[in-house]
């Protein structure tokens, strides 16, 4: 069942290799530009990955917030902010 925000359904936008880089982004990033964000740990064994995705801390945003999110984490990459060791965009929304 897809989580839904008052904007509607949240996609996963970025798999966090780290708690400590997934909490940088939802802290630093994201969360003062006023973007909703769920964090999704599946290396907990409660709640764990679907089966062909890796584990880790997923980012997900309201899907009408996505391509704004996805800008904010790209300059952030590409002004070294984040880097490769942090984890890694969700190139597509998921369907």
């Not at 509607?8 to 964000?37: H, M, N, T």
């Not at 064994?45 to 995705?53: D, F, H, I, N, R």
């Amino acid at each position: 069942m897809a989580q839904t925000h008052k904007a509607g359904e949240f996609v996963e936008i970025y798999q966090a290799e780290s708690q400590i880089a997934a909490q940088k982004i939802v802290d630093v990033l994201l969360g003062p530009e006023g973007i909703e964000v769920m964090l999704h740990d599946r290396l907990n064994v409660v709640a764990p990955a679907p089966a062909g995705q890796a584990g880790g801390f997923f980012i997900a945003v309201p899907a009408d917030q996505r391509e704004r999110a996805v800008t904010i984490l790209e300059e952030a990459k590409d002004n070294g902010y984040l880097d490769d060791e942090d984890g890694e965009l969700i190139s597509t929304p998921p369907r």
